[in-house]
């Protein structure tokens, strides 16, 4: 379909042109609306340097204060100056600037850090300054050295160089300067052009970039967010991965365009240690992937004063930045756990999220009006599929005017939510970034007049969903205290408190620009241009919609903000989903390494939509990707998003998808996934809540949880679930066996979920699917229980995750391989507010272990006594996978420690154990004593 309009006039180098669009959408992306790097002049530079600016350190300029070092750079170009931090953490900063007194400042996105520029600094265990290097010792076993001649700064973890930064001379620093009258334009230094936008550089080209290898690594993951493998590839032959925040519907698989959010972080992982790193840049950036191998032996004298290792794995990378400073942050482990950990100290984890927000969401493009909302919430209860949320898209406004709703289809909006609320659900509305141009709009009228927009000469004009419409600065405090206050209650009228946000179009997405966004010379608060802030407007944006939740309720209820693009730091306050994909098996595979890079990255609350944003999937398709992004193959966030539209989301004729409009298998198969999604919320919503004290992302590589196994470290089929549950789902059509990779080697017990069957085969494996977890039917795709965990969940499922916090719970005990322990964790409070933050919560442990050999024994114990909050809830059964024994009777131990006999049922074939009704409440403690 074609959609044209004719944009409103736009001033550009004070010529008036009035531009004529036509967008044309076919059936996949228009690869010649987004730049490569040959067309993007920067990123060529970069990459095909025929002269290296080789710089050096002036040996006199090496300062330290204790835990900073500070040196000059110099080259025949120009000068900078070094700075080598040393933070908590086993982690260090090295940030490459001008020097004082240059043309105009850099800007750095000091906001995506959790403290800012405020970081915690550790003092070095010692420094030698010489005269041709300077030799820095940490306390962790780390050590770092920086030459001179050429600059290079070289890390050793254990005494092995394991990260070296411009090794290759690659460094590149263009600095700004005045155009001299008739100097000639080098390569779009001063101006470039794409598809008819001119891109206007008044001092010149400021990027920078420079090369990083990880010396001893095979495989490096991140920089989301991209439709690629996991384990990123080589791009000695494609371009660079690109990192800048863009509207691209129907995207490309196996590609490393840029698509809507960019997180320039990096893990490298061998089996012995695990590094991370993480380029702090919100510009434009291109990041080349290279593998290699490393003489470690022959770099300079003083590493002769190490292990030496000859030919070994590397991996060369190439960080490539249009604006900005060079400042990284190196992360040294030396697990993935303590990766995780080092990543969030600096950048945030996701806060505890309300306990609906992880159940099941129906959103289309676009629930016509209330009547059409009421039949589809009804049809869930009538059809017994539980259901916490109901999506509102753009149609849902007065005209595209956000903050309002159609006065005709939605007249009564707090009556159709409190409908919901009644049931225990909740609502959610969609509020874009670009105001419509209407001065009988009250949010334009009152932007226009303070001054908020963006500007290029005047007030910056785009096209988008509104029309002629104007984009907020974010950049500007007062504009993002105006964003958060227009979620007030007496500012948008019918709104409640059970009325949630979707941040889209956020990147920002404008029609009329250049890429489908803004223009880079565009004007921000603080004099910044586009080009510097690009990466980090929709982290401004939606993070002034959260605070507007906190400000509407007072602070008393958690927000849930959902945000298609983000930056680092976007977890501190939104969850993030994959954007526009399309209805097929490849996307639906691709989804996979897509949510476990941003996991690893630190955005934890992630998901895709089900079924695909365009196209009318099959009902097999739809049935497993249900099957992939519910509680039977477990995901993180679970939206079934079908949209239709005629111009950028979806096709006029795609199909309503509602559940019960399916064969009545495939709404059972359906049923069943969401119903068991449901039935896991009680570990979901316990390993989201581990995530706020370790970083640790619910959804897992196989390898972050098993390190040394150097068979997981590809793997993307699997993935963890905290670290009890593995999954991996069927994602391919008519298929009668899967191959799948179990762990861990011979150490390791896995269950079959449904029916307790154990394995321990270490090596990848053919399962036919009627013998073991997946049946020929796509009824049934559960996962795999971890031997030496316990996994709560509820057995009720109700109409809502609300209406189920005080239901009984079910533990689910997987002994480990030597049959003698489990353990696991469980963690509740009231679901939605943030009592939590003054004790009112319970975390509670599980301990099984074998006391003797006549005696095994299951105990709980309360693991955090600040949460003084206490449930009424029961553990109502418990299932124990594993048994190689014959109990005689088992024994449960209350306050009063008398004995009270339990009913309980063995399975010798299935080796299993089921305790019926202990009736032992889940903040008390209590011991059961299983005798043989």
């Not at 989301?224 to 000695?236: G, K, N």
């Not at 399975?907 to 043989?932: C, G």
Request: net charge negative; proline share 5%.
């Amino acid at each position: 379909m074609i959609w044209c309009s004719v944009l409103h006039s736009l001033f550009y180098s004070n010529a008036f042109i009035v531009l004529l669009i036509c967008i044309q959408y076919s059936e996949a992306v228009d690869r010649s609306s987004f730049k490569t790097c040959e067309q993007s002049a920067f990123c060529k530079r970069h990459r095909t340097q025929a002269e290296k600016s080789e710089y050096k350190v002036s040996p006199g300029s090496v300062t330290h204060n204790g835990s900073v070092i500070i040196a000059e750079l110099e080259s025949n170009i120009n000068k900078l100056y070094l700075k080598i931090v040393s933070l908590n953490d086993a982690t260090m900063r090295v940030l490459i600037d001008e020097k004082e007194g240059s043309l105009r400042p850099r800007f750095q996105p000091v906001d995506a850090l959790k403290e800012g520029n405020n970081l915690k600094t550790v003092d070095f265990k010692s420094v030698e300054v010489g005269n041709t290097s300077t030799f820095i010792i940490m306390d962790n076993n780390a050590k770092v050295i920086l030459s001179y001649a050429p600059f290079r700064i070289d890390f050793f973890v254990n005494d092995e160089l394991t990260i070296s930064v411009n090794p290759n001379n690659a460094l590149k620093f263009e600095h700004f300067k005045i155009k001299i009258d008739n100097e000639t334009d080098v390569e779009g230094f001063w101006q470039e052009t794409f598809k008819n936008h001119i891109d206007h550089k008044p001092f010149g080209s400021s990027s920078v970039g420079i090369d990083i290898s990880f010396i001893g690594y095979k495989f490096v993951y991140g920089l989301p967010e991209h439709a690629d493998s996991l384990a990123l590839r080589s791009t000695t032959t494609t371009d660079p991965y690109r990192l800048y925040n863009l509207d691209v519907f129907e995207y490309e698989i196996n590609e490393k365009m840029a698509l809507y959010g960019a997180i320039p972080f990096l893990l490298a992982h061998n089996k012995e240690l695990s590094l991370g790193l993480l380029w702090l840049n919100a510009a434009e950036t291109w990041v080349d992937v290279n593998s290699s191998t490393a003489d470690k032996g022959i770099l300079h004298s003083l590493v002769e004063k190490f292990k030496r290792s000859v030919d070994v794995p590397q991996i060369d990378v190439h960080c490539m930045s249009e604006s900005g400073l060079i400042d990284f942050f190196v992360m040294l482990g030396p697990k993935p756990d303590d990766i995780f950990r080092q990543n969030t100290k600096l950048t945030g984890v996701y806060p505890l999220p309300p306990l609906f927000s992880l159940a099941y969401h129906q959103s289309r493009w676009n629930y016509n009006d209330e009547d059409d909302v009421k039949e589809v919430h009804e049809n869930f209860d009538k059809h017994d599929i539980p259901l916490d949320v109901i999506w509102l898209d753009i149609e849902h406004t007065d005209g595209k005017r956000y903050f309002t709703w159609d006065p005709n289809k939605f007249t009564n909006p707090k009556q159709m939510i409190s409908n919901l609320v009644a049931k225990g659900r909740k609502m959610v509305t969609i509020i874009d970034p670009h105001i419509k141009k209407d001065d009988n709009y009250h949010v334009y009228s009152e932007a226009k007049k303070n001054g908020y927009f963006v500007k290029v000469g005047d007030d910056y004009e785009g096209h988008c969903w509104s029309g002629a419409s104007m984009y907020l600065d974010f950049l500007n405090p007062a504009v993002r205290d105006f964003w958060a206050g227009q979620f007030a209650f007496d500012q948008y009228i019918g709104s409640t408190e059970d009325l949630f946000t979707w941040n889209d179009m956020n990147e920002p997405s404008v029609f009329s620009g250049p890429e489908v966004t803004m223009e880079k010379d565009a004007r921000h608060f603080g004099d910044w241009e586009h080009r510097d802030v690009h990466n980090i407007y929709g982290f401004y944006h939606h993070s002034s919609t959260f605070r507007g939740h906190l400000l509407r309720t007072n602070n008393r209820k958690r927000p849930f903000v959902l945000t298609r693009s983000f930056f680092v730091g976007s977890q501190r306050t939104a969850a993030v989903w994959t954007g526009d994909n399309t209805a097929s098996w490849e996307q639906l595979r691709i989804s996979v390494p897509m949510l476990l890079s941003l996991s690893i990255s630190g955005i934890p609350h992630v998901g895709a939509d089900v079924g695909g944003f365009f196209g009318n999937p099959d009902e097999q398709l739809l049935t497993r990707w249900y099957q992939v992004k519910t509680g039977t193959s477990l995901n993180k966030y679970f939206r079934n998003l079908n949209f239709f539209t005629a111009v950028t989301h979806a096709h006029i004729d795609t199909k309503r998808r509602e559940p019960w409009l399916f064969s009545n298998t495939t709404t059972s198969s359906i049923r069943r996934a969401i119903r068991t999604r449901y039935s896991f919320l009680p570990y979901w919503y316990t390993i989201f809540y581990e995530h706020t004290l370790t970083g640790k992302p619910p959804m897992r590589p196989v390898w972050s949880e098993f390190p040394d196994d150097e068979g997981s470290f590809d793997e993307e089929r699997e993935w963890l679930l905290g670290s009890g549950l593995l999954v991996r789902p069927v994602m391919e059509p008519d298929v009668p066996s899967i191959s799948l990779y179990l762990p861990g080697r011979r150490n390791v017990v896995w269950y079959n979920w449904d029916d307790h069957m154990v394995s321990t085969v270490f090596f990848f494996i053919r399962v036919l699917i009627v013998f073991l977890w997946f049946i020929s039917s796509v009824y049934v795709n559960t996962p795999i229980d971890r031997g030496g965990t316990i996994i709560p969940k509820w057995e009720r499922v109700r109409r809502a995750s609300t209406l189920m916090r005080q239901d009984p719970i079910t533990l689910y005990v997987a002994i480990n391989f030597k049959g003698d322990y489990a353990n696991g964790t469980l963690y509740m409070d009231d679901g939605e507010t943030f009592d939590y933050k003054t004790g009112q919560y319970f975390y509670w442990g599980f301990v099984y272990k074998k006391e003797g050999d006549q005696l095994y024994s299951l105990s709980s114990k309360n693991l955090d006594k600040k949460g003084t909050l206490e449930s009424d809830a029961m553990i109502e059964k418990i299932v124990i996978r594993g048994v190689r024994y014959y109990p005689t009777n088992v024994h449960i131990y209350l306050d009063d420690w008398n004995p009270e006999t339990a009913d309980y049922v063995h399975d010798r074939d299935a080796q299993s154990l089921i305790i019926r009704k202990p009736n032992v409440y889940v903040t008390k403690e209590f011991r059961i004593d299983i005798h043989l």
